[in-house]
């Protein structure tokens, strides 16, 4: 068979315009003339954001301490040493005194820093029930394999919530006191804890078990809480709308950090007197200090931050559009150079042709 122009094939396609990519198109010649301005401006775009990022990033206030408990960091040290060589410390109370000389200006957040902590690791991340969170009673009872070797208790019994996110819950606490005269009684400064999960999570992801006889309790019941827990899942808290799975603090902890060191929100200040930030004098932050990181080498802080419109302090994102910005003008001149000077050099060859 002789193949012909004029002979549709079973594959050939249809002759039109578009199959046969006919269709009118508009590819722009890169010249100096348009290549240059375009780095030149994106450059000075870049610059300009990055300038402003940058300096809003280092417009915001912080104040941070270590409470870890190295020598020389205050009273908590003696909560380090007496948690020394202990799996399971005792719980200890410290405090860190700071004085303010000049307002804080709100909202004031407060947040807890730990450090060496690598909650990226895959068995680390996998190791969570979604389903027994999301408060299924069939999951509740059959934890899946993940969350292996934190699946079942000693005694057989199904662990509530399983997996080592949950067994490694940050259960440190902080209250904060201002003195409002020097010398006189130190006045508590309210926390709002509410608010402080991603509204996904909080609305979304976690769910508690359906009550037996309107009571949570018994509806764990037949559970057992993670290794390192020294109270259920369900008495996380008194207040019945924020116990159990979920519970704010449980919530923001679950969700895990991609860096070693990380920042999770604790709390607000926003109420109060305290509303528009926190006044001039001194301050008691009083500590808790429940979790241990020596076994890892990580440290622990205490971070008071206020904010602006692009969030909370990170001057990365600033530097990172000022170097894009300053590659982008140095190219243009290095391509301007270049384009000066093969220039002449073309224009020699035309007049001698």
Wanted: contains cysteine; glycine residues 8%.
């Amino acid at each position: 068979m002789t193949w012909s122009v004029t002979a549709r094939g079973a594959h050939q396609p249809d002759n039109t315009a578009f199959t046969q990519q006919r269709l009118p198109a508009w590819q722009p010649l890169l010249s100096a003339s348009i290549t240059l301005p375009l780095f030149f401006c994106a450059g000075l775009a870049f610059i300009g954001l990055g300038l402003g990022l940058y300096y809003t990033s280092n417009g915001i206030k912080e104040l941070e301490y270590d409470y870890t408990g190295t020598s020389g960091t205050g009273n908590c040290s003696m909560c380090a040493a007496a948690a020394e060589g202990r799996a399971s410390p005792p719980s200890c109370q410290c405090a860190w005194y700071f004085s303010l000389s000049e307002f804080f200006q709100g909202p004031v957040f407060l947040y807890y820093e730990l450090s060496n902590f690598y909650q990226n690791y895959r068995r680390y991340v996998v190791s969570r029930d979604n389903e027994q969170l999301s408060g299924l009673p069939s999951a509740l009872r059959h934890p899946i394999n993940d969350c292996a070797p934190y699946q079942f208790s000693a005694a057989g019994l199904p662990i509530a919530p399983c997996g080592a996110i949950a067994n490694s819950l940050f259960n440190d606490s902080f209250s904060l006191w201002h003195q409002r005269q020097a010398g006189g009684l130190y006045v508590e400064v309210p926390l709002d804890r509410t608010g402080i999960a991603w509204w996904s999570d909080y609305h979304v992801k976690f769910r508690n078990p359906p009550l037996v006889n309107g009571s949570l309790a018994l509806a764990f019941q037949g559970t057992a809480p993670p290794p390192n827990w020294h109270r259920p899942v369900y008495d996380l808290s008194p207040d019945p709308n924020n116990t159990g799975f979920i519970n704010q603090d449980f919530v923001v902890w679950m969700r895990t950090a991609a860096l070693p060191t990380f920042r999770k929100l604790y709390a607000r200040i926003r109420q109060g007197n305290y509303s528009a930030g926190l006044p001039r004098g001194a301050y008691r932050v009083s500590i808790t200090n429940n979790y241990p990181v020596g076994a890892f080498g990580g440290q622990k802080r205490i971070i008071f931050s206020s904010i602006s419109w692009m969030g909370g302090r990170n001057p990365f994102l600033g530097i990172a559009y000022l170097v894009v910005g300053s590659l982008c003008i140095l190219m243009g001149f290095v391509m301007l150079v270049v384009y000066i000077r093969y220039q002449d050099q073309n224009d020699d060859e035309a007049d001698e042709e």
